[in-house]
């Protein structure tokens, strides 16, 4: 057995940034920012038609909601918590969060609390439309209290 050997790495991104010419970081970065602005708004009508769509699934679920439903709300959650955090709507992204936990515990529990998702839908449609800081942090402590609880609510 020889010793250790060595072996070069050339990182292509590195060599890249450091060819002259480029775009400086913060022109980079305004334009992005730009660039989200032009999507926010289509992405906004995105959570919207999410939250219908997670209200018709809660309907369906019932108040026994078999696993797929439950697997449904789950990634439709994850879904606005994607979207929320690009967008700087980080009460909307706990609470999503919040959603998340509570349905992967009831999954785990072979357990289900229709009115506590239903819960949760309502606080999303309050946190897309309100602005002040001390309500939307009271609604997500809310939520997380709801979510704390979750082995004491199942039906």
Sequence with gaps: MG????????NQLAAMVREPGGVRIGDALTQAKKNLDV???????????????????????????????????YHLSNDIL??????D????????????????RFRQLKQWNQAAVQ????????????TDPATQASVVEGLRKLVDSTATIGE
């Design 3 to 10: 010793g250790v050997t060595f072996i070069p790495w050339d």
């Design 39 to 73: 999507l926010k708004a289509s992405c906004l009508v995105g959570i919207d038609s999410n939250l219908q769509e997670l209200e018709g699934l809660c309907a369906e679920g019932g108040r026994q909601a078999p696993d797929e439903i439950k697997l449904k709300i």
């Design 82 to 87: 994607a979207v929320a955090g690009t967008f």
């Design 89 to 104: 709507l980080a009460e909307l992204g706990r609470a999503a969060f919040c959603l998340c936990e509570m349905v992967d």
């Design 119 to 130: 819960v949760h839908l309502s606080a999303f449609k309050l946190l897309r439309h309100e």
